[in-house]
């Protein structure tokens, strides 16, 4: 049976707003969303950041997960708040630069540290990991592997984040157009390419509606012009199955997709602070969060009818067993 992904990107409250003291008062809030998920039979992975860790009613809650096997605890960095603190600009709590934008020396012992503090904290091995702001690169996926990580979700294919700024003078977020839409063992060398590595990238779900050759034709243009493309989005705008408060069609819609084309999963996304209000620009009160609820009440009994509940790196073992069996010899099959 197809999989059900749930993941939480675990974080203080309203990050959007960028602040500068950083609160943590949506950990309150999750049990809610963790008794809706078990009410389904879902099982979410709750991708932790350094605040969050932090939290001694989340640590609490995180632990209970554990013991009850009825979650994950995986691991979210972001890199201007994640020790060891170096300044990369003027003011990076403003610019949320991106980890890939840190020198590699950086970049892994940020992710050193963040992954040991999160092991001590949960007791656990992390296995499954988000970056920070969505970005990613071959290096960052290098030092994942040499850490044990079994499974990556970073990849949200179709998005071109180029135009999201961390530091002012570098280049922005990853272009994702053109990365798979379903899982792959990822390539050494380029990310954007299935290969024999170790990790398994496990994209977003993603679902671009305009026409194939519109697409093509729009990025083609795309040294001349930002124009065409931007239309194109605007009257085919990208799917996700992530709320928002206004999009529960769109998220059945993509549950019927996902069955039509047998995909072998669907993954949905939202962040801690999405679930308590105020926590977000898109949740600011409580008539937003209990719509929210009932949306995922009726989403997650379409999901019950069709899926079975997965954390990231169940998905993983899932994958990877029919893949040893057909690498064995007949005979021992």
């Not at 409250?13 to 009410?39: M, V, Y």
């Not at 499974?151 to 990365?179: I, N």
């Not at 999405?274 to 969060?289: A, C, I, R, W």
């Amino acid at each position: 049976m197809r999989s059900f992904l749930i993941t939480i990107d675990t974080e203080g409250d309203d990050i959007w707003s960028k602040p500068s003291n950083l609160e943590t008062r949506n950990a309150a809030f999750l049990p809610r969303f963790q008794s809706l998920c078990e009410k389904y039979g879902l099982k979410p992975t709750y991708l932790v950041n350094y605040e969050m860790a932090n939290d001694p009613a989340f640590v609490e809650f995180g632990r209970d997960l554990i013991a009850r096997d009825a979650g994950e605890i995986g691991m979210h960095l972001h890199a201007w708040n994640s020790p060891p603190i170096r300044p990369l600009t003027n003011d990076d709590s403003g610019h949320q630069p991106f980890l890939v934008e840190y020198p590699e020396d950086d970049i892994r012992k940020k992710i050193e540290f963040h992954t040991r503090f999160l092991e001590d904290r949960f007791g656990v091995k992390m296995l499954s990991h988000r970056s920070g702001r969505w970005a990613f690169n071959a290096f960052y996926a290098r030092v994942l592997r040499d850490l044990g990580y079994k499974v990556d979700c970073s990849v949200t294919p179709h998005v071109d984040w180029r135009g999201a700024k961390g530091d002012p003078q570098g280049a922005g977020g990853t272009d994702y157009r053109g990365f798979p839409e379903q899982h792959y063992w990822m390539s050494e060398r380029n990310i954007a390419l299935p290969g024999t590595s170790s990790l398994l990238e496990v994209p977003m779900t993603v679902i671009n509606r305009s026409p194939a050759f519109l697409t093509r034709a729009t990025q083609a243009c795309e040294r001349l012009s930002g124009l065409p493309d931007k239309v194109r989005r605007h009257i085919w705008p990208l799917d996700w199955l992530r709320p928002n408060g206004s999009n529960l069609n769109s998220m059945l819609r993509i549950l019927d997709i996902a069955i039509a084309q047998n995909r072998p999963y669907a993954e949905f996304m939202t962040h801690s602070s999405e679930l308590m209000p105020g926590g977000s620009p898109y949740f600011p009160t409580d008539e937003s969060v209990e719509k929210l609820y009932r949306d995922l009440n009726e989403l997650f009994s379409q999901v019950a009818k069709h899926f079975v509940g997965s954390t990231l790196a169940e998905y993983h073992d899932r994958v990877l067993l029919p893949s040893r069996s057909n690498e064995m010899p007949s005979e021992l099959r």
